[in-house]
């Protein structure tokens, strides 16, 4: 069994396709330095991280699959979850093989779980686009904490780009450690020096002074748009699910 | 002399959530009279939103607006629901009326003339900075704008317009509003709303024109249909501009929709679903919503206060909709008058297939993509995805399972590449039963039927 060890972005990942060509290796899996469990007949083997090389796998890649094929491979990477190298690699193994779309091949198990597991990961993005709340700070910055599923932070950006054009914002993701930031200008990755006790109650002591007020006003309207007599908590909390209250202004408690 | 208070104070009245308390966040330059300005707007956003939540639509899709000269704002395709209420239901827009003053009486309605209740009215100003700092926090996705009626329709409309207005004009604001068009309002106020808001609706309130002679004697069907009219016509007349000149200022892009109240009257799901197919078809509407009656009022015409909410009927209805819409159904194939009330206990899809045993079982392999969407148990995007996988290789149990179809519910009626299926001649009945005892409706614990004997 080979085992690559990839980088952890997007691009690493491409470059090991490239390289289960290049060796042409026949029994491998991809994975990152952290998730290496060395075993005593393997090889391990370091991918080198080359844009040229990643280039050339989308090109290939994109003679046959569309460009919304292609997201969702990208979107399948952002899942993070365990394994999904290896199952992206067969996806791609299926497409140069075939030498064609079978994006929608959904009785085929690559293709399938490349499916479904976009859909997941687009829904989470789909949720961060409803879910995070800004809270004004004494600078002018809308500020926003996020704990997301899977590493969306890519894929909401131009939302919110677009969307929030003429304020100062920054999106930070505390699960991973970085953010989006936007200077009215332009939209960069940054990380934050911002230790694991930090929270809510941090943030609330440089807030707007017109903050505070808004979200008092937010919550009352949550409150009695509410109908009564429609009481339904289950699909309240379908649609709203508990882990992501910590960060919902209206599900704060009241005092 | 301006005063400063401090988190405490505020606190007191409510004013301040129990983090920032905690940390000991100061309002340093929070005097006594920024003070009563919040007291005001929290007072009046409560009745005005409360006034308000019993207009269904929450809908944000459809808006094409984008984004210019670094604006506030754009319109996401698809709709965003921000937050979901108890009852389950979708914050999409905040949704307020300018005012429930009004001089109508409307047996069903909480802002009636004849109801003691608070009243209260917003400023235009007060709505525009609402809005705004909702929108700027990322809480809402636009503006749900209503109102009652003060002196006339033209007065009121005039003011829904001018709120409109000011968010494109003065804030660059390009996010959804959806603008109630007041019934009566003149042409020239509907044609201005139309360049401002995305969506504009005109409830119809009543499925027949009985009920709404008996519950709102003030209100005349013909001032809701003729608004609705010039609006359609205007909407389809922007729509054959836009293909020929792309700089046709939009109006209304995101359609018109229309409401009615469901279990107020005695008006069958018949007489509901034909309106509402009248509506699609007629006025080119792109949504007609169904409101189960909220039992509000103590008049002997309506229902008692403590019934419960027709919840079953009116998701029923919403079914029977949404087949209308995405699943190329007729009415007629769905409703009777020798049956004119849907099936409560299964849903109308269902239902339908079990009047029409003859045409089942399909063939997933080969039937085409409109009777795959007939298929209990398979929606339109299953659907589409069954008649995308066979191309590659012929589809069975295992397949269909993995895909995620409902077998539950389709195994009665399909047949796929596998030798084992469910071609027993069975009566309808049996497989309704068969259903049921399977599925666990998702009201069964929620909103029995049965009332608690204690």
């Not at chain 1, 690559?4 to 060796?23: K, M, N, Q």
């Not at chain 2, 104070?9 to 966040?25: D, E, H, I, M, N």
């Not at chain 2, 169904?290 to 009927?313: E, K, Q």
């Not at chain 2, 079914?319 to 409560?344: C, G, T």
Request: hydrophobic share 35%; charged share 25%; aromatic share 12%.
């Amino acid at each position: 069994m080979q085992t690559l060890i990839y980088d952890g972005s997007f691009e690493g990942w491409l470059c090991a396709v490239f390289d289960v060509y290049e060796y042409k290796y026949a029994n491998v899996t991809i994975c990152t330095d952290n998730q290496r469990q060395d075993s005593l007949w393997g090889e391990t083997r370091l991918v080198y991280t080359d844009k040229q090389k990643a280039d050339r796998v989308v090109k290939g890649l994109k003679q046959y699959i569309s460009a919304v094929a292609m997201q969702q491979l990208y979107k399948t990477f952002l899942s993070e979850q365990k394994g999904m190298e290896d199952m992206l690699l067969e996806y791609v193994q299926y497409v140069f093989r075939e030498k064609k779309d079978i994006a929608k091949d959904y009785s085929h198990h690559a293709a399938r779980y490349v499916d479904d597991t976009a859909h997941k990961v687009h829904r989470e993005k789909h949720r961060m686009e409803a879910f995070v709340r800004f809270q004004k700070t004494g600078d002018d910055i809308y500020f926003a904490l996020v704990e997301p599923d899977f590493n969306v932070l890519p894929l909401i950006l131009k939302h919110f780009r677009d969307r929030y054009a003429d304020q100062k914002w920054l999106i930070y993701d505390k699960k991973r450690k970085y953010g989006i930031y936007y200077d009215l200008h332009k939209t960069e990755f940054i990380q934050l020096d911002f230790d694991t006790q930090s929270s809510n109650k941090d943030i609330a002591a440089i807030l707007n002074e017109s903050e505070l007020p808004y979200q008092q006003l937010w919550k009352d309207y949550f409150n009695s748009t509410n109908i009564k007599a429609r009481k339904n908590m289950k699909l309240h909390i379908r649609h709203m699910p508990l882990r992501y209250w910590k960060y919902l202004v209206e599900k704060q408690p009241e005092i | 002399m301006r005063q400063p208070i401090d988190a405490y104070v505020l606190s007191k009245c409510g004013y301040v959530s129990l983090f920032a308390v905690r940390s000991g966040y100061r309002f340093r330059n929070f005097v006594r009279e920024d003070f009563t300005m919040w007291e005001r707007i929290t007072e009046k956003l409560k009745i005005l939103s409360d006034a308000a939540k019993y207009d269904v639509s929450c809908a944000s899709s459809g808006g094409k607006r984008k984004n210019e000269n670094k604006g506030l704002g754009n319109s996401a395709n698809s709709g965003i629901c921000h937050a979901y209420t108890e009852d389950g239901r979708c914050v999409s827009l905040l949704k307020i009326l300018l005012t429930n003053f009004c001089i109508f009486d409307c047996a069903y309605c909480v802002s009636r003339k004849s109801n003691d209740i608070k009243r209260a009215a917003f400023t235009v100003q007060e709505v525009v900075d609402l809005t705004i700092n909702f929108y700027r926090r990322n809480y809402i996705e636009g503006l749900f704008l209503s109102s009652g009626i003060f002196t006339n329709a033209d007065y009121t409309m005039e003011r829904l317009v001018l709120i409109a207005k000011k968010l494109r004009t003065e804030h660059n604001f390009h996010g959804y509003i959806h603008l109630k068009a007041i019934p009566g309002a003149s042409p020239e106020l509907l044609r201005e709303a139309g360049l401002y808001a995305d969506r504009l609706s005109i409830n119809i309130e009543m499925p027949t024109e009985q009920g709404l002679k008996l519950l709102a004697p003030d209100k005349n069907r013909e001032d809701m249909i003729r608004p609705m009219n010039y609006l359609k016509t205007e909407i389809q007349q922007y729509k054959e501009e836009i293909v020929k000149f792309k700089k046709t200022p939009a109006f209304a892009p995101a359609g018109q929709s229309t409401q009615m109240v469901v279990g107020a009257t005695q008006e069958t799901d018949l007489q509901v679903l034909y309106t509402a197919n009248h509506f699609y078809k007629k006025m080119q509407m792109k949504r007609v919503y169904y409101s189960g009656y909220v039992p509000i009022s103590t008049d002997n015409r309506l229902p008692a206060i403590g019934t419960p909410v027709p919840m079953i009927r009116e998701n029923r209805l919403y079914q029977a909709d949404w087949l209308l819409r995405f699943y190329s159904f007729n009415v007629n194939e769905l409703i009777s008058p020798e049956q004119p009330l849907l099936d409560l206990d299964i849903d109308p899809k269902l239902s339908w297939a079990l009047r029409n045993l003859s045409i089942f079982p399909l063939d997933i392999n080969k039937a085409e993509l409109p009777l795959i969407k007939r298929i209990p148990g398979i929606g339109v995007s299953s659907a589409l995805k069954i008649v995308a996988a066979r191309k590659f290789r012929k589809l069975n149990w295992e397949h269909l399972k993995k895909m995620g179809i409902a077998l539950n519910r389709a195994r009665y009626f399909i047949t796929c590449n596998s030798p084992d299926f469910e071609i027993k001649d069975y009566q309808p009945q049996q497989i309704k039963q068969f259903i049921l005892t399977k599925g666990n409706s998702k009201y069964e614990n929620t909103f029995s039927q049965q009332i608690p004997l204690f």
